[in-house]
């Protein structure tokens, strides 16, 4: 469980690439998330096209990252999978997790950046990736080796948030 406790928000990146087996992994991940009624209806787009980083980079005022990432992966939702479409964020930060977790077991770093429910930013994506009606951008996560490591939170376990049988 150590990813859990050390995973953090990585914005810089060392130059080089992500390599080809730890892209598939994360990606395999990502899709092992739960999801309602078992919709699964996560697609992604792997970009690591200098051109296309950067114009993702302006797709949110928080994506500046993008800019400095070998690679980002789009999260996206596809209406036509959905049986229970009113969980499709859900299903999709479930995925996201597990995605950014995966980073972290795998030596990289990575952080997300919010796409969904602001309709300018997800119309930004489907405009640079001429995403069809059906193709709902949720988010991007910015990847890469991290030029440093912040240190983790240490200041996130909460006992009194916790209650048993009742508030």
Known sequence: ?????????????????????????????????????????WEFIVVDDREYLDALAKTSPYAGPVSRAPLAIVVLGNRDLMSAPQFWEQDLGACTENLLLSATCLGLGAVWIGIAPVRERMNAISDLFDLTENMMPFCIVAVGYPKERPQPHTDRNKPERVHYNGY
């Open 1 to 41: 469980m150590n990813e859990l406790f050390s995973r953090v928000s990585v914005r810089d990146y060392m130059p080089g690439k992500v390599e080809k087996d730890k892209i598939d992994r994360m990606l395999e991940a990502a899709m092992n998330a739960p999801s309602a009624r078992n919709q699964q209806p």
